[in-house]
């Protein structure tokens, strides 16, 4: 029996029935084009591997529950499902990180977790000094002094939205000019 030639819906059905071969067919039909669409969206081949192995991975060891009824379809939104989760992992990973590395600069008091702190706090004033002033305000009173939000935005008499963009470009400044500190000292 030829499989190269059976269209998806055999495979399909093959597969739900332990077909290895009808698998091995799936997987040379569709690897190249998944891998691209992948690799186009990510970029980095090594996460590109792993998310095509993950998929027919997932894909043999789900095919006694999976009924797939088109199999193109069925494979472009599974990988476009780990796509997603990757970005995502990645994207938490690195709120992490940062978050990590602004707990470690603003929150710690002890000298040795923060190594040179007096050089630390110069810098820190030094950019502060040099953003626009309500801007170094806001992110003084959000961070430093931990106000919500809410009440910057009441004191300061700018809305929430104002108060929220002058955290976010404040952080900007600041992973910008911080992101080469902690490797000087």
């Not at 599974?78 to 978050?99: A, D, G, V």
């Not at 004191?155 to 929220?164: G, R, T």
């Amino acid at each position: 029996m030829d499989y190269s030639q059976k269209p998806d819906n055999e495979l399909c059905q093959l597969l739900h029935e332990d077909d290895s071969k009808a698998f091995e067919i799936i997987y040379k039909r569709y690897f190249k084009y998944l891998y691209r669409y992948v690799n186009y969206s990510l970029g980095v081949k090594e996460d590109s591997e792993e998310i095509i192995h993950d998929l027919f991975l997932s894909l043999w060891q789900n095919r006694k529950k999976n009924l797939i009824g088109d199999l193109k379809v069925y494979l472009y939104v599974s990988t476009r499902n780990l796509i997603n989760k990757n970005l995502r992992m990645k994207l938490n990973f690195s709120k992490y990180r940062e978050f990590e590395l602004f707990h470690k600069v603003l929150i710690s008091n002890e000298s040795e977790e923060i190594s040179n702190s007096n050089d630390f706090n110069t810098r820190l004033n030094l950019i502060l000094d040099s953003m626009s002033g309500k801007t170094a305000q806001v992110f003084r009173m959000s961070k430093i002094e931990e106000i919500s939000v809410k009440k910057i935005s009441d004191q300061l008499k700018i809305s929430e939205k104002a108060v929220e963009y002058h955290i976010t470009k404040s952080q900007k400044i600041l992973r910008e000019r911080f992101k080469d500190f902690y490797s000087e000292n």
